[in-house]
């Protein structure tokens, strides 16, 4: 009872800053849950939780024992669940580290106009279903905020204007560079025959190959949308923040593509009723393919 009459008085005696301090605590606490929600060590978050509440509520009781050893199984147990989510950690830090420059990258670097962006995802979208029909295997990676040099440094630079033509040229299965990725940047290859990082997520489905694997590897630690085209099968998938979506054709495809290259064009930012319709727009096609690939 002394607690809980302690609690109550804390209650009434709160002001303006401590109701700040406890709703900041609390978007912290749902920003975290979302984080684990889908990660591989989610198990280990939970048992790590029931053991915090187990030490609340021994806390409570005064049980000395059993709070002393909680205390001591905590202290073990929160090291073991920043070694279990290093490479989750690492990912969004990264992303997290790229967003306050977005905008200086997007408005100082990006050197395409809205007719290139546009230009660019035509090509991109007619040779991935080409490609597609002839079961040609390919992975492009569209480069957004996330600076991609070290992945680009890995294959052959180039700076050479999107092309349905070149594009098809480069992922030929005779060609040199056909089993690396091509990385493009404002509308423009920067690079091809590049390596990527294989994604180490359990989950993911076994039938999936290494493209597949390296596309949603890229797409876990950058904000890069990565495009593949199976060998095998044929089928048109888009990876983006880890996850894996199927069954693309060309609309579908375009319509993707222009939320991502469009959205965060130039012309766009200076034009904030446009940026905005481009948003909804975005959304809504988000929706609608999410919905098609439940129908499948």
Not at 28 to 31: M, Q, T
Not at 134 to 141: A, K, Q
């Given at each position: 009872m002394e607690r809980l009459t302690e609690i109550l008085n804390y209650i009434k005696e709160m002001d303006i800053l401590d109701i700040l301090d406890i709703g900041l605590v609390a978007f912290?606490?749902?920003?975290l849950y979302k984080f684990i929600r889908?990660?591989?060590?989610t198990k280990l978050a939970v048992g790590v939780i029931i053991l915090f509440a187990l030490n609340l509520f021994s806390?409570?009781?005064n049980l000395t024992v059993m709070q002393f050893i909680l205390q001591n199984v905590l202290q073990v147990g929160m090291i073991a669940l920043v070694i279990v989510f290093q490479p989750e950690l690492r990912s969004a830090l990264e992303k997290v580290g790229s967003e306050p420059i977005r905008s200086f990258r997007n408005l100082a670097d990006s050197k395409a106009s809205y007719a290139e962006y546009n230009d660019a995802i035509s090509n991109i979208c007619d040779a991935a279903c080409n490609m597609a029909l002839?079961?040609?295997?390919?992975?492009?990676?569209i480069e957004r905020t996330t600076d991609l040099t070290p992945y680009a440094e890995s294959g052959t630079e180039l700076d050479a204007k999107v092309n349905s033509y070149l594009l098809k040229n480069i992922f030929f299965n005779k060609a040199p560079m056909h089993d690396g990725a091509v990385i493009l940047r404002d509308s423009r290859v920067r690079a091809a025959g590049c390596f990527l990082p294989l994604s180490t997520n359990p989950d993911i489905v076994k039938d999936l190959g290494t493209r597949h694997r390296a596309a949603i590897g890229l797409s876990e630690v950058s904000d890069a949308v990565v495009i593949v085209v199976s060998e095998e099968t044929g089928v048109i998938s888009v990876a983006q923040e880890g996850k894996l979506r199927r069954g693309y054709d060309h609309i579908s495809l375009s319509k993707a593509l222009r939320d991502v290259m469009l959205a965060q064009n130039p012309e766009n930012t200076k034009n904030p009723v446009k940026a905005f319709f481009s948003r909804i727009a975005g959304q809504f096609n988000k929706k609608h393919d999410e919905k098609g690939e439940g129908e499948q």
């Open positions: 912290i606490l749902y920003a889908e990660r591989r060590a806390d409570f009781l002839d079961r040609t295997g390919v992975l492009i990676v």
